[in-house]
């Protein structure tokens, strides 16, 4: 796994009344520019935590107050968007095999998550289709098949079957290859067509399995979930 550096940081800010975390802007050895960064003493990944006793310690200048028109003691009730309260389920698993670095399980469930949405969008279309008395397709019974389907029917488009296509084909090397690695089949060209699709404005490339698996396999699966389950609450998106 690539060892994340931090190459700079400044403007650190106390972002909680209790002063457990810290917000900054970063740039780092994998990432492209500079992005805002919270360090909390309580981040599941060591990173995080480090870079928070740094801060403490004074190694990036005075930590500044909280920003001006933040009512301290005050909790916020926001209301999460529909999309990501059928998500959160589907998070919290997926964050327990992370935290884990089981990057098998990892590739698994962000597969099985994605076979779960678009099996809810053929569904809903196929409902649909018999409510109109339209004729309905058979149920599909693969992750290949849903995507192909989906595909015919309007309920994503051609880059996001692509997607997931590549996603398939990882998530089957980690379901049937005994020692998963960027040598098994179809798992690097994937990864690699994942990252020009959707990252390379943001990371540096690293051929480095821990990297492509956290970073970018579970980014693109991030952005495809988020777009399906907003799909599974209203219209669909692609169609004419």
């Not at 020009?196 to 956290?214: I, M, T, W």
Request: aromatic share 10%.
């Amino acid at each position: 796994m690539i060892q994340i550096e931090f190459l700079s940081v400044r403007e650190p800010r106390w972002s909680r009344e209790d002063r457990r975390a810290i917000d900054c802007f970063v740039t780092t050895n994998h990432m492209i520019g500079e992005h805002p960064f919270t360090a909390s003493m309580d981040d599941c990944e060591a990173l995080g935590r480090e870079l928070y006793e740094r801060c403490v310690t004074g190694e990036f200048d005075e930590i500044a107050p909280m920003e001006s028109g933040i009512v301290e003691g005050v909790p916020v009730n926001i209301e999460m968007p529909p999309e990501y309260k059928i998500l959160d389920k589907f998070f919290i698993e997926v964050n327990q095999e992370n935290g884990r670095k089981s990057f098998r399980s990892v590739v698994i469930v962000w597969g099985s998550i994605l076979d779960n949405l678009l099996d809810g969008l053929i569904e809903s279309d196929v409902s649909r289709a018999r409510a109109s008395g339209e004729k309905s397709p058979a149920p599909p019974r693969t992750f290949g098949a849903r995507i192909r389907l989906s595909k015919e029917r309007g309920l994503i488009d051609g880059a996001d079957a692509e997607k997931c296509q590549h996603i398939r084909r990882v998530r089957n090397a980690a379901a049937h290859e005994w020692q998963l690695s960027l040598e098994s089949k179809d798992v690097l060209p994937s990864l690699r067509a994942l990252y020009e699709a959707d990252h390379s404005q943001f990371f540096r490339y690293h051929e480095d399995f821990g990297f492509l698996v956290q970073q970018i396999y579970a980014g693109s699966c991030v952005m495809l979930a988020v777009r399906f389950a907003r799909s599974l609450q209203g219209p669909k998106p692609w169609a004419g």
